[in-house]
């Protein structure tokens, strides 16, 4: 276990639907970094959240928002869902920008039928 | 052309021998990782590194600045060492931490 918890782990919906992806940092963690995962791209950086607020965006669709809670976790919705955004999406935290450890979660896996 | 260039794509190895991957990158950047990941999709970040050289039991990432390059060295690999192993670069600095990715190198070490 690395820490940073995602939820969930498999999720399996239909084209046009909407979807919530959650992620806990690990503890003592302010910086929770989002990234997409697919075969034909592999890993994109989507958005980046600092104790809260956003710092940097990727190549994040409209259709995708994202954002941190005082608690300091954060979720990732993804609206009006076509076949290509079938990825993995992964989590990660640091205790801030550029510090020395980068902990990833497990892992989202998006299915879009 | 992507930013971050990896290779090889795709590595096979026989337990005991010495691994090289390498990656390149074409802008100026203020640090790079290492990260591994194994079939079932988790990543684990191996290395940070913005200069000089790194180790960590049988692994070793080296990183040339000036040169743009990075290499990642496995001494004494195992079959447990079979992962796909991806470089990815900071080109900027302060509280924006963008991360560009290579496409991987698939590393099989069969016993």
Redesign the interface.
């Known amino acids: 276990d690395?820490g940073v918890t995602q939820t969930p782990k498999h999720l399996i919906t239909a084209t046009g639907q909407r979807v919530t992806l959650r992620c806990s940092p690990r503890s003592g963690d302010l910086?929770v970094?989002w990234?997409q995962q697919s075969l034909d791209q592999?890993?994109?950086?989507l958005i980046?959240y600092?104790n809260g607020e956003e710092?940097?965006k990727?190549n994040i669709l409209e259709r995708f928002s994202a954002q941190q809670f005082p608690d300091l976790h954060s979720e990732l919705n993804l609206s009006s869902l076509e076949l290509g955004d079938s990825a993995?999406y992964?989590c990660?935290s640091?205790e801030?920008?550029?510090a020395?450890?980068?902990?990833?979660g497990?892992?989202s896996?998006l299915t879009v039928l | 052309k992507n930013e971050v260039e990896q290779s090889p794509q795709n590595l096979t190895a026989q337990e005991g021998e010495f691994i090289t991957i390498n990656c390149s990158y074409s802008v100026g950047i203020s640090a790079l990782h290492w990260l591994q990941q194994h079939p079932g999709g988790g990543i684990v970040s191996l290395f940070m590194l913005s200069s000089g050289k790194k180790k960590h039991g049988r692994l070793i990432a080296t990183i040339n600045i000036q040169e743009k390059h990075s290499s990642l060295h496995i001494t004494a690999s195992h079959p447990r060492d079979s992962a796909v192993y991806i470089c990815a670069v900071l080109n900027s600095g302060g509280s924006n931490y963008k991360l560009t990715f290579g496409k991987g190198t698939l590393l099989t070490v069969n016993p």
Not at chain 1, 42 to 45: A, H, K, V
Not at chain 1, 100 to 104: A, P, Q
């Open positions: 690395s910086s970094y990234y592999g890993l994109q950086f980046q600092y710092r940097a990727g993995l992964f990660a640091q801030s920008p550029g020395n450890v980068l902990t990833f497990a892992g896996r």
